[in-house]
């Protein structure tokens, strides 16, 4: 393995094509994998004799490892390299999968959530790995395409679990399929040709350095690279643990004393609104228009595969937008706001159906939009940590929502998704509130130009 430990960009845009569909890759089987277990989860630990409070005890736990792990575990990838850490990941969580094939008793089932909910950040690490590997121009392009892709992943999963589970010991079978889809994963991984991605990282970072020397970024920016400058190349992922503990703990509190605290605060914000709006979808439709569970299904799925779409029409969006991110966050969360308004207020159920087309794209170009920003203001050195950080907000959004919608739903089954139009438009304000500053990172956002 490289000093580098995998950052950068390939030494050929023909070896970058090739590194970035090998993670397309990743990015599908993970989810895929992923979805064939997951739907099954409660029906199997039901079987087991948990009561509805234990196993909501066990899901919550996840949750909360998943959201104190997934900023330790991106701020490590930074340090360690992406190959080490993704590998980690992936391999430790087909641990996990693979425990949970062979769980028999509660016990058994609780211990296999362990591994997979602290190490489960294969996607966040990827990407990491894709920002190092691409300019910020093409940044929205390719992590568009790398959402669809594990999208498609996400739909074709449950379809495949499905089909296991009506087998004989169907639920352990998927599961330890699923844990097969993961070594696979790390295969491929293994696999990718990292020596080639290292060289030419060497020279982006030459490159950078001269570009930075004549341009000045951001105050946040600052502040991060005064953190992570000098960690990059320098660290082994067999170094002293003692040491990656201080390193990492020096880098969260970098992040925690710069300027990001508007990106995260707009991030959890869309995130709870999205969050509220899906909550009770499907109990709203029934009261509201008193259709059947399965046309809510349907429609649920319909927009799932708009989002595919959507990630794969970024490039042409980003492009008429001449890649100012800001702008188009900015569109798409007030374009958001607004279907979200005409869902809770829809008279018919065509209304509905009208909303979820367009929601579909506006909040799939949301999600990317505000990665893209979160990495061009606070810098692509800390790529790693910075993702980790938003999952860490999102996983915060997840605890919030549920509590929220429960509130809103005792007033109306329009609640929620009114209480969402709030939300929304207090992250539009804050956008509006910084927009010198969100301005002044896009004059030098680009690079490799």
Not at 9 to 19: I, N, T, V
Request: proline share 3%; aromatic share 10%.
């Amino acid at each position: 393995m490289e000093e580098d430990g995998g950052r950068g960009a390939a030494a050929s845009p023909a070896a970058s094509a090739r590194f970035v569909r090998c993670l397309y890759a990743v990015g599908f089987l993970d989810l895929f994998g992923v979805s064939m277990v997951v739907p099954l989860m409660n029906l199997h630990i039901k079987s087991l004799g948990a009561s509805p409070t234990v196993a909501g005890i066990i899901g919550s736990l996840y949750g909360i490892m998943q959201l104190f792990s997934s900023t330790f575990v991106g701020c490590w990838s930074d340090i360690v390299g992406r190959r080490y850490s993704l590998l980690t990941c992936i391999l430790l969580s087909a641990l996990g999968y693979f425990i949970l094939g062979m769980s028999t008793t509660v016990h058994l089932f609780a211990i296999s959530r362990v591994p997979v909910g602290i190490f489960k950040h294969t996607l966040s690490i990827s990407k990491a790995l894709l920002s190092d590997l691409v300019s910020e121009r093409d940044r929205p392009l390719v992590m568009g395409r790398f959402n669809a892709a594990s999208s498609v992943g996400f739909i074709l999963g449950p379809v495949v679990g499905g089909y296991l589970t009506e087998l004989k010991d169907g639920f352990y079978q998927t599961s330890f399929i699923c844990a097969s889809i993961f070594l696979l994963n790390a295969g491929l991984v293994w696999m990718l040709p990292w020596s080639e991605e290292n060289t030419g990282n060497r020279k982006q970072k030459q490159e950078k350095k001269r570009t930075d020397s004549i341009t000045a970024k951001t105050n946040c920016d600052l502040q991060l690279k005064s953190v992570t400058n000098g960690t990059v190349a320098s660290d082994s992922p067999f170094q002293s643990p003692w040491v990656q503990i201080v390193t990492v703990l020096k880098r969260i509190k970098g992040i925690a004393c710069s300027d990001l605290w508007d990106i995260f605060l707009v991030r959890l914000l869309m995130s709870v609104t999205i969050l509220l709006y899906h909550s009770n979808f499907s109990l709203a439709l029934e009261e509201r228009f008193g259709v059947k569970p399965l046309f809510s299904g349907y429609l649920m799925s319909y927009s799932s595969s708009l989002g595919v779409l959507a990630g794969c029409l970024l490039g042409p969006i980003t492009r008429l937008y001449q890649h100012n991110t800001y702008r188009l966050l900015l569109h798409s969360s007030t374009f958001t706001c607004t279907l979200i308004l005409l869902y809770a207020s829809a008279l018919s159920i065509w209304m509905v159906i009208l909303s979820s087309t367009f929601l579909a794209f506006s909040t799939t170009i949301g999600r990317t939009c505000i990665i893209d920003l979160e990495l061009t203001i606070g810098g692509n050195e800390a790529s790693g940590t910075l993702l980790g950080v938003g999952q860490s907000v999102t996983s915060v959004g997840r605890i919030i929502a549920p509590l929220l919608s429960g509130i809103a739903q005792e007033f109306s089954p329009c609640g929620p998704p009114s209480v969402a139009v709030g939300l929304a438009l207090v992250a539009i304000l804050i956008m509006n509130v910084n927009k010198q500053k969100y301005c002044s990172s896009g004059n030098v956002k680009l690079k490799n130009q």
